[in-house]
């Protein structure tokens, strides 16, 4: 059969050390196979006769742990099966292999499992303990010299996926001095991974009261977070810039010479953001932002004239959402026969969406 997974296991297991004892890790398990392949205890099974590394997880385990999705079919070609690992919401691993027989493909996927849990797992079921031992065979000629060994080929890193995010949240800011504004945003962009650089845009409307006018805020806001690390399992934070253009919009007697008037507006500054993965699939958070005014507005009623609102020396934004984050391109990829690995030693989950990044 052919088997692409096989080459890349081995020398994985040939080039790693003994790793010290660990407590078994917890894996959730999400399989479909056709009704005459074997169970899905039989393939959890034979990971577990490959290594002692692995249990399955119990149900209050299940939902912080790492997805361990099997899937088997055929067709007229014969039997197929493909097998992902999701971390945190994020695919660090594929593969598929193809072979005759639905057994095979369970084997070469359980023993893909194991090695991607346990780089000391046994390439064959663990031999029972009762089993006798094999027969003393007759001492083998002295071996030929070998050839100096080849430095091991580098492997590339799988690469992580992109995420796509959607989100609203609530707002409050100050594009004018003295009155806060209060209002809402709505917000599209993309992520790589959980370490990788952001972008999203943002439409936001916000309204804020005055002593003789009622003011509106409509804007753009574009951010870019280069530096973004996890914080634990659920929670990550985003540091970077933001840029707001717009217009502000005022409302009452007197102002000027007509009852509104209507100014342009934008901005520039930093912009934090801590999201924390509420479920997979769905993302809370809390931003903030502090803008530099490209523009001097002011807004004056009266003659002689008074001003009632101007722009604040610095912009300050808070905002609390919610939202989603979807998987955007082909996910973690090796090269060649190489073997993929998760970047922890676990694998769970009771289903395979992702979580989704939100807005602020």
């Known amino acids: ?112 499992t194991a090695l991607s849990l346990d780089p000391t797992a046994l390439l064959g079921p663990e031999r029972p303990a009762n089993a006798p031992p094999p027969e003393t065979a007759a001492p083998a000629p002295p071996p030929e010299p070998e050839a100096p060994a080849r430095a091991p080929r580098s492997r590339r890193k799988p690469e992580r996926p992109y995420l796509l995010r959607l989100g609203t949240a609530a707002i409050v800011a100050e594009p004018l001095a003295p009155m806060p504004f209060w209002g809402g945003m709505a917000e599209v962009g993309v992520a790589r991974g959980r370490r990788g650089p952001a972008a999203a845009l943002a439409f936001g409307f916000a309204l804020g009261d005055g002593d003789h006018a009622r003011f509106s805020w409509q804007v753009a806001r574009l951010t870019l977070h ?89 912009v300050p934004l808070v905002a609390v959402g919610i939202g989603a984050r979807l998987p955007a391109g082909s996910g973690a990829r090796t090269t060649g026969n190489d073997h993929f690995r998760a970047p922890r030693a676990s694998v769970g989950g009771s289903g395979v969406a992702e979580p989704n990044h939100l807005v602020r």
């Open 1 to 112: 059969m052919r088997w692409p997974l096989a080459p890349g296991c081995l020398a994985l297991a040939l080039v790693t050390p003994p790793a010290a004892a660990a407590e078994p890790t917890p894996i959730a398990l999400v399989y479909e196979a056709p009704p005459d392949c074997p169970a899905a205890i039989e393939f959890l099974g034979s990971v577990q006769a490959r290594t002692s590394r692995v249990r399955a997880a119990a149900p209050e385990e299940v939902t912080n742990a790492t997805v361990v999705q099997v899937t088997i079919g055929g067709d007229a070609r014969g039997s197929w099966g493909s097998l992902m690992l999701i971390e945190s919401g994020v695919v660090t691993g594929r593969r598929r292999v193809e072979g005759e027989s639905c057994q095979e493909i369970v084997d070469a996927l359980a023993l893909a």
């Open 226 to 314: 280069p530096l973004r690390a996890p914080l634990g399992r659920i929670t990550e934070v985003g540091v970077g810039l933001a840029s707001e253009v717009g217009a502000l919009r005022a409302e009452g007697e007197g102002l000027d010479t007509t009852r509104t008037v209507t100014r342009g507006y934008w901005s520039a500054g930093l912009d934090g953001r801590l999201e924390i993965t509420l479920h997979p699939g769905l993302v809370a958070s809390l931003a903030a932002g502090l803008g530099l005014p490209g523009t001097d507005r002011r807004f004056t009623i009266g003659d002689p004239p008074r001003e009632i609102a101007s722009s604040p020396a610095l």
